[in-house]
């Protein structure tokens, strides 16, 4: 167990033994409390001060299945307060498997510095020289570094966006197949990375080096069991593998959730054409990949490979979110225009949901009709050339809605909406106003206690139950993102007998006694760190409101406004 501490002022690599106030956490845990104990809350995000730090979750590395996520946390230059992260991919597992607890980079390299952090299957780190680099897109960086440095190995790395400082910048990382199409995209982290002269990660997969189990039999019995129930569930044993996340796009269109050219509507007329069947179908007679396996440990498969008529490949994984950001909410039909923005969002280095909704902002302010897919295609790559426009584009819909004086902008905390439209589920409105991540549907996603077709007892037209849905699920995300499951295998814990396992698992690894209470104690610590950085760095209750179009505008086809007044908002954090 170590921290590897790399100081890009002084182009030095250290070990450090994991501090005591970080023993026993992981990902989101560990980098929520370190970033709140060591960065100056009012700093300059893309200043020397802010740290940058990659966690992978506290089962990273064990024998437990989906379990490679990794956290990566700073103060974002998109919303000014605390950011994690979160992706999968090959990375998390890498780091585990040599030891690594936590990576974390301050300082700054000078002005147009540009270094590359290379870790061996001994965990010795290295940073070299890579100005040979600088400018690169992500692709291109990968198959160059691979070609260098061996394939056995997972790669981290920013795009030009990155280098640029652009808000929206995202951190790309390897899959399987050693392609950076892995996102931990949201609250502009890539520009942190940039900013600090670091433009990739070289992680060797071949450590073996892993935190020892206290009770390895335990933890490999309790492991052996939550597979099974992952693998026994319907949506994650049949319906994931089949449609991927984007089976989501008809249930959430046919609930009038599904935001729609720039959130005017929530049904889109085009949804059957972008639906997670007919991508699977294209998939299938193209000779692409559906059941794609993308992540370390997975035993899903979610993921898929995209090819174009001629069945070469476009872009993985196609997902739920980046199919309304590129489809629905900029009035978009065309599965392979959304495939080849998808492509362009990962090889630039940029999140496909903040992109897409920067694109549709500028659509709604006239700049290009909504459904122009060759107009959205061009101003995505403007971004990369570093245009005075594609800078507004890469800094995020806020900076587009400025530009434009226009007032139509779903942003919170300056970070854009997810796929799910608060008006038609209204505790979505309260997880996208309160999170301290902005608007983050994976910090609280509570469509499926909102909607019936998923099992949902709530009302979700009514302010009734949603302020503490938002908050119970926040709470116990937040120790979800810390433990590193994926969230698609939740399904493994979602019955009383299930998560009894994870703490069983945790437990396990630890030594010591693990509970209901002591996980809402994991998910409290993280949100009262989140909380306490963002208060130092100026937020206010009124930043824990939505935008006035959610409760001026009624949604079609319900014609439903946001009911979850300001004051209810506020109350969602009086633990």
Not at 387 to 414: C, D, W
């Amino acid at each position: 167990m170590k921290f590897l501490c790399v100081d890009m002022s002084a182009k030095t690599v250290m070990e450090q033994t994991v501090p005591d106030a970080y023993l026993g956490i992981g990902g989101r845990a560990l980098t929520s409390s370190y970033i709140n104990d060591h960065v100056p809350a009012t700093c300059d995000p893309l200043g020397p001060d802010n740290v940058l730090i990659l966690a992978p979750g506290y089962f990273s590395g064990t024998p437990l299945v989906n379990t490679s996520r990794l956290s990566v946390g700073a103060k974002s230059p998109l919303t000014g307060g605390i950011k994690e992260s979160n992706v999968g991919g090959t990375v998390a597992a890498a780091l585990a498997n040599l030891g690594i607890t936590a990576l974390v980079v301050d300082g700054q390299a000078a002005a147009g510095e540009c270094w590359v952090l290379n870790i061996d299957a001994g965990g010795k780190a290295t940073l070299v020289d890579a100005m040979n680099h600088k400018g690169s897109r992500t692709y291109a960086l990968v198959d160059k570094l691979k070609a260098s440095h061996g394939e056995h190995s997972s790669i981290t790395c920013i795009g030009p966006a990155g280098e640029m400082g652009l808000s929206a910048a995202s951190i790309q990382t390897t899959d399987l197949d050693g392609r950076p199409c892995r996102a931990a995209g949201r609250g502009g982290l890539g520009a942190v990375m940039g900013a600090k002269g670091l433009k990739a990660i070289i992680v060797s997969r071949g450590g073996k080096s892993a935190d020892p189990l206290a009770d390895a039999q335990a933890f490999k019995a309790a492991a052996k069991e939550y597979a099974q129930a992952v693998k026994a569930d319907e949506f994650s044993g049949e319906i994931l593998p089949a449609l991927g996340s984007a089976c989501l796009v008809a249930p959430i269109n046919e609930a009038g959730a599904l935001p729609t050219r720039n959130a005017r509507e929530g049904q889109f007329e085009g949804a059957e054409q972008i639906s997670g069947e007919t991508m699977a179908r294209i998939i299938r007679e193209r000779g692409g990949k559906n059941a794609h396996k993308g992540c370390a440990q997975c035993i899903i498969d979610c993921s898929n490979e995209f090819v174009d008529p001629d069945g070469r490949y476009v872009t993985a994984s196609l997902e739920y979110e980046t199919i309304w950001s590129m489809g629905a909410m900029i009035g978009n039909s065309d599965l392979d225009a959304i495939a080849r923005l998808d492509f362009l969002c990962d090889d630039i280095g940029l999140d496909t949901i903040s992109t897409g909704v920067a694109v549709a902002v500028a659509m709604d302010a006239g700049h290009k009709p909504f459904g122009d897919a060759a107009a959205a295609i061009r101003m995505v790559e403007e971004v990369a050339t570093g245009s005075e426009f594609g800078k507004l584009i890469g800094n995020g819909p806020a900076a587009v809605g400025k530009h434009f004086n226009h007032p139509r902008v779903p942003v919170m905390k300056n970070q854009s909406m997810a796929a799910y439209d608060p008006r038609a589920i209204q505790g979505m409105a309260v997880t996208y106003a309160t999170s301290p991540m902005g608007g983050d549907h994976t910090a609280g996603w509570v469509v499926d206690q909102n909607l019936e077709a998923f099992g949902g007892r709530l009302d979700r037209f009514s302010a009734k139950g949603q302020v503490q849905a938002s908050r119970d699920t926040q709470i116990h995300m937040a120790a979800v993102d810390s433990v590193g499951i994926c969230d698609f295998a939740q399904t493994g814990l979602s019955t009383p007998e299930g998560i009894a396992t994870v703490y069983r698992m945790v437990a396990a690894k630890s030594g010591k006694p693990f509970s209901d209470q002591s996980w809402r104690e994991l998910g409290l610590r993280v949100l009262r760190a989140e909380r306490d950085f963002n208060r130092r760095a100026g937020f206010t209750p009124a930043d824990d409101h939505l935008p006035r179009m959610f409760y001026e505008e009624p949604l079609p086809p319900h014609n439903t406004v946001v009911v979850v007044d300001d004051e209810a908002m506020e109350k969602t954090f009086d633990f």
